[in-house]
């Protein structure tokens, strides 16, 4: 059985940082492009940053290039997304996503709250 599972999230001051996980099992992740999306009330869902299988290269959204930064331990099936200089535009829900040739996993997602 296919899963993805994310934690990590929370309520977080304008400036802190977070650290979310993702823990993939029932397929093979190492050969697998890992991402992380967001979608905030009213909006699309976004790209946040990306992955590749062996880890060598990442990309980014924009609005997050320089703060947030995207890893994969390929031992414990995890991939993380470190998120600093929070900001309340980022306030959203994150979806862990898995994908290689026609397979596309997702997660439940976790909530990331900014806010003083």
């Known amino acids: 059985q296919v899963q993805l599972v994310e934690s990590g999230g929370g309520l977080v001051q304008p400036g802190g940082s977070l650290r979310l996980s993702c823990v993939a099992s029932g397929f093979n992740f190492r050969v697998y492009i890992m991402r992380w999306y967001r979608q905030a009330p009213g909006k699309e869902r976004e790209l946040v940053a990306t992955?590749?299988?062996?880890?060598?290269?990442?990309s980014y959204a924009e609005s997050v290039k320089g703060r947030f930064t995207i890893s994969r331990n390929d031992v414990e099936n995890t991939v993380y997304l470190q998120m600093n200089r929070l900001k309340p535009e980022d306030t959203a829900v994150y979806y862990c996503n898995g994908f290689w040739w026609r397979n596309d996993y997702w997660g439940q997602g976790t909530q990331v709250t900014v806010s003083s």
């Open positions: 992955i590749t299988a062996t880890g060598g290269s990442t």
